[in-house]
């Protein structure tokens, strides 16, 4: 049989092919696609379009596969049940053929509430299996699904099918297989695989029933970007299969991407001696320049058939394309000079920049706005003279100073440009700022003259909010005078209205959980009102910072946070003393990371040694977070309450597996637990029932539910937290009516870009860390975060002077 | 039955906003027994809508009647008579009453008190569940008795889809994944072969897909 189409050819002249999916874009942008399929041209025998994939809306696969044609690699496009009846289906198939599309993935689609169109009516007038059948029925014998004949050229299309060996159940999922090669199925797909064992098992049971032979089965293959994704994959994404191992070495690794790549080549590697397995499918989610890099590395780079890709397509659709090509000619070069080099996706990086550059702008408007503030305040009370309470500021200048040397590999000079060219980008934001521009320049020049000695001084444009701490505690002292002269309630701009139309008080009060015993003890929660809405309710605690210390010494921390701690990182108590009295902790977090058995596995009694060490340096409330490991916590945690047990702390992290045991701790030790789930609203609430059903109250939980760092996840959690936080105020979800514990320093400072020299297009080093940090803690403040537990002194200091501004406004 | 559900209070107001006289007319059928449009139901609901016209300073006289069925005519034949005291219906049956009674009496503004939402059956005190679609040509002979159409969310007629985990369905994880029961009960049947015979496009005429369905029996006809 000639061979229906290029990926066909490779696959039956024996060869091991290897396929890529390329998502396209959610807009109109046909560079998008074009710009993917150049970078894996020349590494796939053909690219997998999606169709709509987690029901989101993007640009059809249809068309994106002429897209993809035109730039000369083959095309294999998805069609799903869900979005078309049979009438659509075979109208959309027969165009398709016509356009020179060669290759078919009939699958059944991910359901329609999984997308951003919920409230869609979901088709599925055919399952994937009816697809494949009636798509065998047109081109074998020439006749549509009702029986009537189809008359003159038939769609041609080598067909596919997916299978997941790791869904339940596991028996019948190669039998279904059989079901879909019956129906019309010649090559599969398969789910990512992650587990090779299970994977190879399926393939045992497809051999045995002489699946192998009738049709080819590609393995799925998926690079995991970031421990994050790999996580997010192993608890959200139903049939699918990530072993524990993966996610630990991808934890532990330095660079995520880099080992991302490495497993992906190493599963490839495996898949490759299963009998059977005739080639694989790369899905580099939002992640396509990694795709010839894996195939280089797997060794399957050049393809067996390269040169031949071209002209079957490329004479039906060049014509358009051409057209297309003058239009955009620069894009061409771009791409070639960006695949071969670069490990990170530029497009990436570039988002995430222009985020915290978004982000960096909305603060420092927020910053103009209490500089403002503050300037007038000072005008009112001091008769226009600068508050002259900066002397924590000084020495860390100088700290600056010293460590200049140190830097080795920079001379102080280049170090100077990069500071510079930051500034303008600040400075042109400043515009957007418009009427309050006059005052903060003002205050610039003030504080010039205040600090004469430093030039880096003129850095803090950005790091000019860490100053305002000093001038903001006067401020809290004349606080609500203050600002009330200025903030002008809302019942006044509002007056005429009724107040029920713009005031929507919460039904319920979250909980108010006490943290610590004593003087220093405080609360949060206890409030019945989205954060910060002041005007329409009641805020009972501001939201509060610890400071986190670590067991051992921390491995890995940027210099531009160890430099903070430099004396005391080896001894936790020290360490803890130094953020209570140097930087003002109102709280300190003791992690134990030391005690985590993938880690150095440290024992319960060096927990304890540590946690009586910090508790005798220091009188604020602690809170002791484990190593995150279920079994290993509940051991390490019941040595510690022992020690804590009239001292009063909070312990953590529970999860649903050790529940009873850590809960049934924290019950006889009166402590408040952090109960631990992974950014879901349900598995939330249901770990709060079972806490409560093993007895420890409500008021005793903080709840975490594990955050996203800027960039990394943050409007992932930001909008779970959201969720959270309306059902318990609005819709009386008493078990979520609990205070938010954010582990945010830990997520930030693991982030590849705080460990990322001073540079043009990233900035200063120690500037993007602290603003990761505080803008991390800010965003989630606003979706609701009680208590943060962050690391660095200046973001923290931003981050409580932000959160001061917030709750000044009443 | 039919289960339905009392339709949220300010939509009911909004309908019968500009009358002063309202019927809630509710049915012993269905509705009752799911505890939606019984007599209790109506009291409910009648005290509800006076009550909230009476804050807003419009006042509500209600009447309340509760028929043996809403869905044959001769149950509502009284209802002719009985309404010329009242500007409107809300009709706390089903959808079914709601248009017979716009079908019989088109003289009378009929609003429906409930939302209609399934066919259902109530495995447990407090709890409805959907376990038929209506689609008019029954798979259950082969399905082990349980419904793919009426209880997958993507109606699959071939087999789980690779969402199924641990026998839970990936839409919500509440509820089971009905072809795992279906592989279940059939395979502790020594039925499985069943599943591997190829179900074809399933034909939804008779689900509704071909105008409003309809059912005659001649020898039943009177006259």
Same mark, same amino acid.
């Given at each position: 049989?000639?061979?229906?189409?290029?990926?066909?050819?490779?696959?039956?002249?024996?060869? +091991?092919?290897?396929?890529?999916?390329?998502?396209?874009?959610?807009?109109?942008?046909?560079?998008?696609?074009?710009?993917?399929?150049?970078?894996?041209?020349?590494?796939?025998?053909?690219?997998?379009?999606?169709?709509?994939?987690?029901?989101?809306?993007?640009?059809?696969?249809?068309?994106?596969?002429?897209?993809?044609?035109?730039?000369?690699?083959?095309?294999?496009?998805?069609?799903?049940?869900?979005?078309?009846?049979?009438?659509?289906?075979?109208?959309?198939?027969?165009?398709?053929?016509?356009?020179?599309?060669?290759?078919?993935?009939?699958?059944?689609?991910?359901?329609?509430?999984?997308?951003?169109?919920?409230?869609?009516?979901?088709?599925?007038?055919?399952?994937?299996?009816?697809?494949?059948?009636?798509?065998?029925?047109?081109?074998?014998?020439?006749? +549509?699904?009702?029986?009537?004949?189809?008359? &003159?050229?038939?769609?041609?299309?080598?067909?596919?099918?997916?299978?997941?060996?790791?869904?339940?159940? +596991?028996?019948?999922?190669?039998?279904?297989?059989?079901?879909?090669? =019956?129906?019309?199925?010649?090559?599969?797909?398969?789910?990512?695989?992650?587990?090779?064992?299970?994977?190879?098992?399926?393939?045992?049971?497809?051999?045995?029933?002489?699946?192998?032979?009738?049709?080819?089965?590609?393995?799925?293959?998926?690079?995991?970007?970031?421990?994050?994704?790999?996580?997010?994959?192993?608890?959200?994404?139903?049939?699918?299969?990530?072993?524990?191992?993966?996610?630990?070495?991808?934890?532990?690794?330095?660079?995520?991407?880099?080992?991302?790549?490495?497993?992906?080549?190493?599963?490839?590697?495996?898949?490759?001696?299963?009998?059977?397995?005739?080639?694989?499918?790369?899905?580099?989610?939002?992640?396509?320049?990694?795709?010839?890099?894996?195939?280089?590395?797997?060794?399957?780079?050049?393809?067996?058939?390269?040169?031949?890709?071209?002209?079957?397509?490329?004479?039906?659709?060049?014509?358009?394309?051409?057209?297309?090509?003058?239009?955009?000619?620069?894009?061409?070069?771009?791409?070639?000079?960006?695949?071969?080099?670069?490990?990170?996706?530029?497009?990436?990086?570039?988002?995430?920049?222009?985020?915290?550059?978004?982000?960096?702008?909305?603060?420092?408007?927020?910053?103009?706005?209490?500089?403002?503030?503050?300037?007038?305040?000072?005008?009112?009370?001091?008769?226009?003279?600068?508050?002259?309470?900066?002397?924590?500021?000084?020495?860390?200048?100088?700290?600056?100073?010293?460590?200049?040397?140190?830097?080795?590999?920079?001379?102080?000079?280049?170090?100077?440009?990069?500071?510079?060219?930051?500034?303008?980008?600040?400075?042109?934001?400043?515009?957007?700022?418009?009427?309050?521009?006059?005052?903060?320049?003002?205050?610039?020049?003030?504080?010039?003259?205040? =600090?004469?000695?430093?030039?880096?001084?003129?850095?803090?444009?950005?790091?000019?909010?860490?100053?305002?701490?000093?001038?903001?505690?006067?401020?809290?002292?004349?606080?609500?005078?203050?600002?009330?002269?200025?903030?002008?309630?809302?019942?006044?701009?509002?007056?005429?209205?009724?107040?029920?139309?713009?005031?929507?008080?919460?039904?319920?009060?979250?909980?108010?959980?006490?943290?610590?015993?004593?003087?220093?003890?405080?609360?949060?929660?206890?409030?019945?009102?989205?954060?910060?809405?002041?005007?329409?309710?009641?805020?009972?605690?501001?939201?509060?910072?610890?400071?986190?210390?670590?067991?051992?010494?921390?491995?890995?921390?940027?210099?531009?946070?160890?430099?903070?701690?430099?004396?005391?990182?080896?001894?936790?108590?020290?360490?803890?003393?130094?953020?209570?009295?140097?930087?003002?902790?109102?709280?300190?977090?003791?992690?134990?990371?030391?005690?985590?058995?993938?880690?150095?596995?440290?024992?319960?009694?060096?927990?304890?040694?540590?946690?009586?060490?910090?508790?005798?340096?220091?009188?604020?409330?602690?809170?002791?977070?484990?190593?995150?490991?279920?079994?290993?916590?509940?051991?390490?945690?019941?040595?510690?309450?022992?020690?804590?047990?009239?001292?009063?702390?909070?312990?953590?992290?529970?999860?649903?597996?050790?529940?009873?045991?850590? &809960?049934?701790?924290?019950?006889?030790?009166?402590?408040?637990?952090?109960?631990?789930?992974?950014?879901?609203?349900?598995?939330?609430?249901?770990?709060?029932?079972?806490?409560?059903?093993?007895?420890?109250?409500?008021?005793?939980?903080?709840?975490?539910?594990?955050?996203?760092?800027?960039?990394?996840?943050?409007?992932?959690?930001?909008?779970?937290?959201?969720?959270?936080?309306?059902?318990?105020?609005?819709?009386?979800?008493?078990?979520?009516?609990?205070?938010?514990?954010?582990?945010?320093?830990?997520?930030?400072?693991?982030?590849?870009?705080?460990?990322?020299?001073?540079?043009?297009?990233?900035?200063?080093?120690?500037?993007?860390?602290?603003?990761?940090?505080?803008?991390?803690?800010?965003?989630?403040?606003?979706?609701?975060?009680?208590?943060?537990?962050?690391?660095?002194?200046?973001?923290?200091?931003?981050?409580?002077?932000?959160?001061?501004?917030?709750?000044?406004?009443? | 039955?039919?289960?339905?559900?009392?339709?949220?209070?300010?939509?009911?107001?909004?309908?019968?906003?500009?009358?002063?006289?309202?019927?809630?007319?509710?049915?012993?059928?269905?509705?009752?027994?799911?505890?939606?449009?019984?007599?209790?139901?109506?009291?409910?609901?009648?005290?509800?809508?006076?009550?909230?016209?009476?804050?807003?300073?419009?006042?509500?006289?209600?009447?309340?009647?509760?028929?043996?069925?809403?869905?044959?005519?001769?149950?509502?034949?009284?209802?002719?008579?009985?309404?010329?005291?009242?500007?409107?219906?809300?009709?706390?049956?089903?959808?079914?009453?709601?248009?017979?009674?716009?079908?019989?009496?088109?003289?009378?503004?009929?609003?429906?008190?409930?939302?209609?939402?399934?066919?259902?059956?109530?495995?447990?005190?407090?709890?409805?569940?959907?376990?038929?679609?209506?689609?008019?040509?029954?798979?259950?002979?082969?399905?082990?008795?349980?419904?793919?159409?009426?209880?997958?969310?993507?109606?699959?007629?071939?087999?789980?889809?690779?969402?199924?985990?641990?026998?839970?369905?990936?839409?919500?994880?509440?509820?089971?994944?009905?072809?795992?029961?279906?592989?279940?009960?059939?395979?502790?049947?020594?039925?499985?072969?069943?599943?591997?015979?190829?179900?074809?496009?399933?034909?939804?005429?008779?689900?509704?897909?071909?105008?409003?369905?309809?059912?005659?029996?001649?020898?039943?006809?009177?006259?």
């Amino acid at each position: 049989m000639e061979p229906r189409s290029h990926l066909h050819r490779v696959l039956s002249e024996g060869h +091991f092919a290897v396929t890529a999916e390329i998502g396209p874009p959610k807009s109109a942008d046909g560079e998008v696609v074009r710009r993917k399929a150049r970078i894996l041209k020349g590494y796939v025998d053909a690219a997998n379009i999606t169709d709509c994939q987690t029901a989101i809306v993007r640009m059809s696969s249809i068309a994106s596969a002429v897209l993809v044609m035109a730039e000369g690699v083959e095309s294999v496009i998805q069609m799903t049940c869900r979005d078309r009846n049979r009438i659509g289906m075979q109208a959309d198939l027969l165009g398709a053929a016509a356009l020179g599309i060669r290759n078919l993935l009939c699958i059944t689609g991910d359901h329609q509430k999984f997308g951003n169109h919920p409230e869609a009516k979901g088709v599925f007038d055919l399952d994937s299996i009816q697809l494949l059948a009636m798509v065998r029925g047109m081109r074998d014998e020439g006749k +549509f699904l009702c029986g009537e004949e189809l008359t &003159g050229a038939r769609p041609e299309f080598f067909l596919g099918a997916a299978a997941n060996p790791f869904a339940d159940p +596991f028996e019948f999922r190669v039998k279904r297989l059989e079901k879909k090669i =019956r129906a019309g199925a010649e090559f599969i797909q398969t789910q990512i695989v992650y587990n090779v064992e299970r994977f190879r098992k399926f393939m045992e049971m497809a051999r045995d029933l002489g699946l192998t032979e009738k049709a080819y089965i590609l393995a799925g293959i998926t690079p995991p970007k970031s421990f994050g994704m790999a996580r997010y994959m192993k608890y959200f994404v139903p049939g699918l299969d990530v072993p524990d191992e993966i996610l630990k070495r991808l934890k532990e690794a330095k660079d995520k991407r880099e080992e991302g790549i490495n497993i992906a080549v190493e599963i490839i590697q495996q898949v490759r001696e299963i009998p059977g397995v005739a080639g694989v499918h790369i899905m580099a989610i939002e992640w396509e320049e990694a795709v010839p890099e894996i195939v280089k590395r797997a060794g399957l780079h050049p393809r067996p058939l390269e040169a031949e890709v071209r002209s079957p397509i490329a004479v039906e659709v060049e014509k358009p394309v051409e057209r297309v090509e003058v239009l955009a000619p620069p894009s061409e070069k771009v791409p070639e000079e960006v695949p071969p080099k670069l490990e990170i996706p530029v497009e990436a990086v570039k988002e995430v920049f222009s985020t915290v550059r978004s982000s960096m702008e909305a603060l420092r408007e927020g910053i103009n706005l209490l500089h403002d503030s503050l300037a007038r305040l000072e005008r009112a009370l001091l008769g226009g003279e600068v508050v002259p309470e900066e002397v924590p500021e000084v020495p860390r200048l100088e700290v600056k100073v010293e460590e200049k040397p140190v830097a080795e590999e920079k001379p102080p000079v280049e170090e100077k440009p990069p500071i510079e060219e930051a500034r303008p980008p600040a400075e042109e934001a400043k515009p957007e700022v418009k009427e309050e521009k006059p005052e903060p320049e003002a205050k610039k020049e003030e504080k010039v003259e205040a =600090r004469v000695e430093e030039k880096p001084e003129e850095k803090p444009e950005e790091v000019k909010p860490e100053e305002k701490p000093a001038p903001a505690p006067p401020a809290e002292g004349v606080e609500l005078g203050g600002f009330s002269g200025e903030y002008r309630p809302l019942s006044e701009r509002a007056a005429g209205l009724p107040e029920d139309l713009y005031k929507e008080p919460g039904t319920a009060f979250i909980r108010e959980v006490e943290i610590g015993k004593g003087e220093k003890a405080f609360k949060v929660g206890g409030t019945n009102v989205l954060p910060f809405h002041l005007f329409e309710g009641e805020m009972r605690h501001e939201p509060r910072i610890a400071m986190e210390v670590l067991d051992v010494k921390p491995e890995g921390w940027p210099e531009s946070l160890t430099r903070y701690f430099a004396d005391v990182l080896d001894d936790p108590a020290a360490w803890a003393k130094k953020c209570v009295e140097t930087y003002g902790a109102e709280a300190v977090c003791i992690y134990l990371m030391g005690t985590d058995p993938n880690y150095l596995n440290l024992d319960a009694k060096h927990a304890r040694e540590v946690v009586e060490k910090v508790a005798e340096a220091v009188d604020v409330p602690l809170i002791v977070w484990g190593a995150g490991h279920a079994e290993k916590d509940v051991e390490v945690l019941r040595e510690v309450a022992e020690v804590l047990g009239d001292r009063g702390a909070v312990i953590g992290p529970v999860e649903e597996a050790n529940h009873r045991t850590i &809960g049934a701790t924290a019950m006889g030790y009166g402590l408040p637990v952090v109960a631990s789930s992974p950014i879901d609203v349900n598995l939330a609430k249901q770990l709060n029932i079972l806490l409560e059903n093993v007895g420890v109250a409500l008021d005793k939980i903080l709840m975490d539910p594990s955050i996203g760092a800027l960039g990394y996840g943050l409007e992932y959690t930001y909008s779970v937290m959201e969720r959270i936080r309306l059902a318990a105020l609005y819709a009386q979800d008493d078990k979520l009516q609990v205070p938010f514990i954010c582990n945010v320093g830990r997520e930030v400072w693991k982030t590849k870009e705080v460990g990322l020299p001073s540079d043009d297009l990233l900035g200063d080093q120690e500037v993007r860390g602290i603003l990761m940090e505080a803008i991390t803690s800010v965003a989630l403040a606003l979706a609701g975060g009680d208590l943060f537990i962050m690391r660095h002194p200046k973001a923290i200091e931003l981050t409580r002077t932000i959160i001061r501004g917030l709750m000044q406004q009443n | 039955m039919i289960i339905a559900e009392r339709r949220p209070i300010p939509k009911v107001l909004k309908a019968i906003e500009p009358y002063e006289r309202v019927l809630v007319l509710g049915c012993r059928g269905c509705v009752a027994v799911c505890s939606a449009g019984g007599d209790r139901e109506v009291e409910t609901m009648a005290a509800a809508l006076r009550l909230a016209r009476k804050l807003s300073g419009r006042p509500l006289k209600t009447g309340e009647a509760t028929f043996i069925r809403q869905c044959d005519p001769e149950y509502l034949a009284p209802l002719k008579d009985m309404a010329r005291e009242y500007e409107a219906v809300v009709s706390m049956a089903c959808g079914v009453g709601v248009n017979l009674i716009a079908d019989l009496f088109p003289e009378i503004r009929v609003y429906p008190g409930v939302d209609t939402t399934f066919y259902g059956a109530n495995p447990a005190l407090g709890e409805w569940q959907e376990k038929c679609r209506g689609c008019g040509d029954c798979i259950l002979d082969v399905t082990g008795g349980l419904c793919p159409i009426a209880r997958c969310a993507k109606n699959l007629l071939n087999g789980p889809c690779g969402g199924s985990q641990g026998g839970r369905c990936e839409i919500r994880p509440e509820v089971p994944c009905v072809w795992h029961q279906i592989y279940e009960r059939l395979s502790a049947r020594g039925e499985l072969d069943r599943l591997m015979n190829f179900f074809p496009a399933k034909d939804w005429r008779p689900a509704g897909h071909g105008g409003p369905r309809e059912r005659v029996r001649e020898d039943l006809k009177m006259g």
